[in-house]
């Protein structure tokens, strides 16, 4: 019974994501770099998450991702790379869980059952994982071949997202973003100052806030999530500094049918709650890596309000 009620969720949520693109409600930001230079920025955020891991025992535990240890954060990453050039390289136009070979139409798991069973599978030391050296291989290799896949799709071919347009364009952001969030795991272990160009954090930044406002990605956050309030209640995460087109500020409103996200270039959007850092810090709050207190943001308003919304909207 519980295999057939968890089907039952992951149908409705494919035809969720399918219906609410048709109705137009899933539109993203559209991206703000060059295909080209989210490519780049893939490769070189591998890199340098693989180059800070090599003095990092594996076994460590990831202070930002409780339950994971760097070997764990490693192996998720790769896995991340690989299915995602699966999904492209397919040219899927339905949704393939992590480990699939093919449209998961049949498959009884949730999503976080599966990432979670197929971490597991992988738990196990390689020595791929193990060696330094092929560490640093294993990561900017699954980063190659991602770039080789989203640079083989032309822009008008159709291909699964989450959400938004179901293009490839979904992907290279994607890839940035999950890739620079787990780097600064790494570098928050390693005790090294995590920075992006401004540009680059911002368009993460938006890439990960666009999504609480996209009712198709519900199934990708926090299981939590349902549970933010729908009281009118409104948050902004705001840029200390502006980005090239001046919108820097992202304004969160927790209305009774929905979370609705509005980017603008206001610098004071009222708000019950307003979050304003540095674009790479702005970045590690919206993810949870970075709490509130800590000296380099500032915090105005309902406390008690943001450090809820950080708990049930982000994971």
Not at 102 to 119: F, H, I, M, Q
């Amino acid at each position: 019974m519980d295999a057939v009620r968890r089907r039952h969720r992951l149908a409705a949520a494919r035809t969720d994501m399918c219906t609410d693109h048709l109705r137009g409600e899933t539109d993203m930001t559209d991206p703000n770099l060059t295909s080209s230079r989210y490519t780049s920025e893939l490769r070189r955020e591998a890199a340098r998450l693989a180059d800070a891991s090599r003095g990092i025992p594996l076994s460590e535990p990831v202070t930002t991702c409780p339950g994971w240890t760097l070997g764990d954060l490693v192996r998720h990453v790769r896995q991340g790379h690989d299915w995602a050039t699966t999904i492209l390289t397919a040219r899927s136009t339905e949704l393939i869980l992590p480990g699939d070979q093919g449209a998961a139409s049949g498959d009884d798991k949730s999503w976080t059952e599966r990432v979670a069973e197929l971490g597991a599978q992988d738990a196990a030391p390689e020595r791929r994982v193990t060696d330094p050296a092929l560490r640093t291989r294993f990561l900017t290799e699954g980063a190659d071949r991602l770039v080789h896949a989203i640079d083989g799709v032309g822009p008008e071919v159709p291909i699964w997202a989450p959400h938004g347009k179901q293009n490839k364009e979904f992907w290279p952001r994607w890839a940035v973003f999950e890739t620079a969030v787990h780097r600064a795991d790494v570098y928050l272990m390693a005790g090294l100052p995590f920075e992006l160009d401004n540009d680059v954090a911002l368009d993460c930044v938006d890439f990960c806030v666009s999504a609480f406002g996209a009712p198709a990605a519900r199934p990708f956050l926090s299981p939590l999530f349902s549970q933010v309030p729908r009281g009118g209640e409104t948050l902004s995460f705001r840029s200390a500094e502006p980005s090239a087109d001046g919108a820097s500020n992202w304004l969160i409103t927790c209305a009774p049918d929905g979370v609705r996200v509005t980017r603008s270039t206001a610098e004071s959007d009222p708000a019950e709650a307003t979050v304003v850092a540095t674009p790479s810090d702005l970045l590690l709050v919206v993810k949870g890596r970075l709490r509130p207190e800590n000296p380099r943001m500032t915090v105005l308003g309902d406390r008690a309000l943001l450090d809820f919304w950080l708990s049930h909207a982000v994971s």
